[in-house]
């Protein structure tokens, strides 16, 4: 997927709420991140490609803090990641074990990494906060990631916090929580998105002013038409 | 259950951790709903009659936008809530559908619900927030409710956080969370509520006093009388 | 374990992750609890001593409102816990039941007891927090520790959040949670922590001046070198 | 669903998981109760007309023995049951309250009630084994129905093992577990199940014959032209 | 709790199932152990006082193989078992560790203990079966008890499978499970109780009838009057 | 890992219980995998090297009956099965899709594949059964894998049961469930083993011959001569 400024623009006028609706008339269900969060408790929406990230439960003749100078470890993965990505981490919901603290947040929002989505926690409360990258994440812990997992490879099919998530999907974070959108997905997403985001607040305005929901959402005919009316004004 | 504003007045007085001490006493533990809380982490408190919604799981046959429009469906049941009335609503503990979003909780603080109370999730966080709807739910998450959920009635005997709301049960929740009192049982915990409320007060003045916990918590008899004279100043 | 006032200032100094991190090293990896979390959401760090709290679960016939007069009860070992402990209790993750509420909680405060930490939950949320006693809990709920626990003693070997607590451990609780540093490790971390910490600080340093995480975290020859200059100047 | 018996004797030709794979090309996925299976470990199959029952959590105030006697009760229900049927319980997957025990298995079976599948456990295993009741079930308690749930109705739609199952939907149950067929399927599968069953079956014999996968299942045109010419004498 | 040969007689004579319901009519509903199940299958009934050992979780610096020769280890608390107990450990349902094999198994019948019931696992499952000894049990796993827990006592109160035990209870076990009677009920347990089985009989013959349940369990007053006919023959 | 029939034999005759005491003394604790037992409940054990499947969750637009003709699939997996290895499935736990039914597992039979080992479950049981192979899962479930999971490789890092397996490493499966022996460690566990099994079944005819067990369990100086003069007779 190759993520021009004007998909990333118009996919950041879309929630997530609203993404999962458009994907699930697809028959898509499964999109939806369960367990990250927004850490600080933003609502900013981003969007980015996702660049994957694989652990593999910790074993202790492995998954030791040598290991982080492998070739292959979440230092060499992070120095491999282009600007402008989300990076997904499939820690299997692990929540005893902090996938990066400090060092490695600031590092990538140095590399201009747009933001870094979860299914296990993040260490070094403090110091991840003050690096500035946008996170989503199941929790904080203590520990390093080699106290409950083994880093494995980058860039390959993951599962984060039940979805399927693969290198050149689209994922969007916002304050509802973090989903993807398959890659396929992404021109439709992008075209239908900002028209059913217009019709949702013209929605609430309808019930702002009183309206009943029944007819209403989803529409019959005569709202159908009044709602037309409203957005050939805009 | 008829709420008069006398009862509902004396309940408001009442901490949800002082109504579950009443009702364990009576032998009934089961009444805090375990997964609620407050979505703004206020502490203010609301009282009110449950009127209660039933979901199953999702099937995809039956689980879809277009049920929205179903005579059975959330859009129907608000419709039927009386003003001052909370919201109980049991999704199971579903955490991959939010049970509404922003236009149908505008629509239930239109209805002049007092607040809304699941197990489940809610959606659109920004928008439901911005409906002033007061809401403990047990987290966000960005699909809808037919991601996960089939809706399936409203005011039927349900289970909402580990506990049985019947419609007719009195609701009230606070920062601690949520808690069901059966009808039988809303008069006794007016009346002897505030009085346990005062008591409490009274051992958090003597403690800070620098009063030792045995003997005055629970009371002896010394301690007893030096609360009834304390009480009789009121 | 005597904590002396030069540990416990040694200690202070020390985040939980980088506590990890040095008891890892020596092979002891399951001494970060999971479960406890600030209640305020504070980062301040604090160091105790444990001082251990057990409970089983409930019976109805011993787990009575009356048995907090009992001489085995949570008020009699509050009045037992010295001045600069960190009260660790094994409440078994339950999440029905507060262990305690701001009567008891207040009586901490005025005990100087340093902390609570606990994976199960707090009640009374407005009191608790008014106390002012600094809280590590894993939620909130209304609920008496009689709902769902029965307190059978103190100082005991405990589990807390999936690890063991001995009295006499030291408790270090942070933005990250609570971590058990075992007696006989104490001195090493006391020892070795300021100085790693140091060292981390200095890494962020040449993160955030640009510096590529290969070869400089785990550090090579060189940028061990780099680090050995910049530390002689400290 | 009317149930026919050309119906009930073709379902039972069809294996659990051929009637999954054939609603899953539907887009129905949501069909296998995950936790029920057979308590005896027999892989005998049973076909019927689903007839549920709904618990919901108990409240000490209303599951009490003496509740068996009500009006609304699963002896009431009981009752109920038209000869054929297979009863679906939702117990909301609660493992420490035996739904049933001997003596209302014993009624079930007087009344050729076909079996019995719930999300729940059961009791008086010698007793329910002996009652000859096809059931599959989530394990065995000890505990009574009321020590945790509270029974509320019969012929709703409930939720058992994650699926959402209503009254008329069919149920097929074997060595796999149950299913629940939704009504406006049933004939899809009626038609199609027995023609899948007897592909798998020359599949298998390929297979056993070294065979390779690829090309065979799913078959390309050379092999469904093999399997055609097979089939036809047949 | 002195378990005489009568009450052990008696007890023998009722299902835990019978027991759990005479219990809760005291209000007593949490005495069934949710996880432990008899290893073999067997539906035999056993009967002893509780012996209770404790476990906490591991921590690589105590819960060692050389912890096995320490003065608080599983070694010596066998040694200090009496005959006719049955032994309950609290595990804290910890399904990674094993927390007796055959050696140990073998050495527990040698000592005439007449059960073992465990909210976690066993290991070496040849050799414990080998060693004739009842067990209910979670399951099986292949670790030793270090490396998933660290054994800390014997003869405290302990939880096992969400239960409270004390020593001094009696334990019960059977097709069904365990369940703990508290030592001040034994009695009338032992009384109650065969007369409940009784009727119990009494019932399923009634139903094997033909009867319909309402009217008959619970039974009115024209079936406690037939009942109680049968009964005066007996 | 080259396993040699010595090798193979060698380790045939060592439980994973032994195997695991072995590496923990190594300081590997995390190597048997919680979930997969034995389907059919035996206890015979079998050896082999481990080839890796890996599973993602399931994605609607992916996780299709059609994809199991793509060229990454399940399908072209096993073929590139050599004989003799036992195939470790990475399904992440999920209980709602049964990762191979009949036709598969008959295939993998015919491939001289030695045993499957999955944290997830199987399909088809009968199926399954007749087709001889020896199979560890975590249960039972009529849907097809792609109702619950993607499969995205073979012959890659992978986590099954909470054990990291990496392609070469090997795997014991008994009665007590599956053990990964990491590649570097086979050699000391062929020695050690067969060693260890003696010891250990002098250990059950000491205590089968009335002997305590402190003192012989771990076994001090006494007990270390009566071993060593009788294993010298062997």
Redesign the interface.
Known sequence: MSLTPELRAALAAV???T???IL?????????M?GP?SLTGS?DRFVGEAFTLRF????????T??S??NPI?T??A??EMPAGVIVVA?A?GV??A?IF????A??MA?RVVVGLVTDGTM?????VLASGLPIWCA??????S??GL?F??WQ????CG????FPGDIIVAD???A?CI?A??VERVAKEGPEQELF?AW??GE??K?E???GL??PNEENKARYAAWRAKK
Chains 1, 2, 3, 4, 5, 6 share one sequence.
């Open positions: 929630s997530s709420a993404i999962h609706t699930l008339k697809q028959g898509i269900r499964r999109t939806f369960t969060q609502t593999v439960p910790a074993r202790e003749d492995v998954a803090p040598a982080w100078g470890s230092r060499a992070i120095e499939d299997m929540r005893d902090g603290g400090d060092i490695l600031v590092r140095k260490r070094d409360r403090v110091g929790g904080i812990a203590a520990p390093s080699v106290n083994t494995v490879g390959e099919p993951i599962g039940g979805v399927a998530v304050g509802d929580g989903i398959p396929a997905q949702e929605l609430v019930v702002e009183g009943k929901l029944p959402y989803p």
